[in-house]
């Protein structure tokens, strides 16, 4: 990704008054993010959720300053970026409705290759759920190799499932609230510097972003969007981890928690969980490996769709098969839109006769992929 591409990329990000939902909209009605920057203010207020006020924002072009002193830090620093729409941004989390525009990682992690297991919990351990998370995490080891633990890097369960994947050999990624120009808490920065030898830290905050406790309860999503599915091993009746099981129901993902005594403190939310038919219950690895489906190792090849098979595919629904196939878990329109630089009304023509012909189906949250 050239600089000159970033600068926009880490641009929009920052303009007040545009959350991710709305940047995406507005990158897909110009065409692309650096035509958002460029284009006038007059068309710009005319998109629907942008008006005089954002329009005249983004014309103004004051982030963009902000984006290019980012962009040293990036270079100096060896951070990755990943926009959403390029082919290495995280699948799982692109189905997500409110997921990041850019995300900022460091370290060595191919974020869609494996099985992702989101592994949170209470700041205040008790020594029963650490020792449930480190067997958790030993026999997911032992049963499956290509395993990726993925907490928080906060004190108590989220700490402790970090040490354990790297202690079991696992890769293991630590989502944060802030900047990747600083560690918090400060004192597991020994196990954050390991982590990026076979894992990594997310973030989709920029360098001097404090960890303000609202950024907290944001990461929380991307912790629920990486994953296949969420282990909540201990919480009270209120916490971070119960936001990230809510979020993981919201984006239709497994949830599991481990049960504990009606008079444990630290057991009431996932007990509560569990009642609620929020959360499947769970008191060993194999219970998990079971819900998922995945005892055993997948060995079979994933079937490939030849397009020479349909000989009724136009030129532009050829592109646009091309172009699913590379997002086997689906797409959204908008982001087809700005990967084939079509306006999304001719996608969605397109996709329709390709429906029709029974090559493709739509999903919830107007993602689209190819029918095996």
């Known amino acids: 990704m050239n600089d000159e591409t970033l600068k926009y990329k880490i641009g929009i990000t920052l303009i007040k008054g545009i959350g991710n939902n709305l940047a995406k909209n507005l990158i897909a009605y110009v065409g692309s993010v650096e035509g958002v920057f460029k284009e006038k203010q007059q068309s710009l207020a005319k998109i629907p959720g942008i008006g005089e006020?954002?329009?005249?924002?983004?014309?103004?072009?004051?982030?963009?300053?902000?984006?290019?002193?980012?962009?040293?830090?990036?270079?100096?620093?060896?951070?990755?970026?990943?926009?959403?729409?390029?082919?290495d941004y995280p699948y799982r989390l692109k189905e997500c409705p409110d997921s990041p525009i850019l995300i900022?990682?460091?370290?060595?992690?191919?974020?869609?290759?494996?099985?992702f297991i989101g592994i949170v919990g209470t700041r205040n351990a008790t020594e029963t759920g650490k020792e449930n998370c480190k067997k958790l995490i030993s026999d997911l080891e032992s049963a499956l190799q290509t395993i990726v633990v993925v907490s928080g890097l906060a004190y108590g369960i989220d700490i402790c499932a970090h040490k354990a994947a790297l202690e079991s050999g696992l890769s293991t990624i630590g989502v944060i609230g802030h900047g990747l120009d600083r560690i918090y808490p400060a004192v597991h920065r020994p196990i954050a510097v390991k982590m990026l030898e076979k894992g990594a830290l997310v973030t989709e905050y920029l360098s001097q972003t404090i960890p303000d406790r609202q950024n907290f309860v944001q990461r929380n999503r991307i912790i629920a969007g990486l994953c296949d599915a969420i282990v909540i091993v201990e919480s009270g009746v209120k916490g971070g981890a119960l936001i990230t099981a809510e979020i993981a129901n919201d984006y239709n993902r497994d949830v599991f928690a481990f049960p504990g005594r009606v008079t444990d403190e630290w057991s009431t939310g996932c007990n509560a969980l569990i009642k609620n038919n929020k959360a499947s219950l769970i008191e060993t690895a194999e219970d998990l490996l079971k819900f998922m489906n995945w005892e055993k190792q997948d060995t079979a090849l994933t079937p490939?769709?030849?397009?020479?098979?349909?000989?009724?595919?136009?030129?532009?629904?050829?592109?646009l098969f091309s172009t699913l196939r590379q997002n086997p878990e689906g797409i959204q329109v908008n982001e087809l839109a700005i990967q084939l630089e079509k306006p999304v009304s001719k996608i969605s023509s397109l996709l329709l006769e390709m429906e029709f012909k029974g090559l493709v189906k739509c999903l919830p949250g107007n993602l689209y992929k190819i029918v095996k």
């Open 53 to 87: 006020i954002l329009s005249k924002e983004i014309i103004s072009q004051n982030v963009l300053k902000r984006a290019e002193q980012e962009i040293e830090f990036i270079r100096k620093n060896k951070i990755q970026t990943n926009y959403f729409t390029d082919p």
């Open 104 to 115: 900022y990682s460091k370290g060595k992690c191919n974020f869609n290759d494996g099985k």
């Open 304 to 319: 490939i769709v030849q397009t020479s098979l349909f000989q009724d595919l136009s030129e532009k629904e050829k592109e």
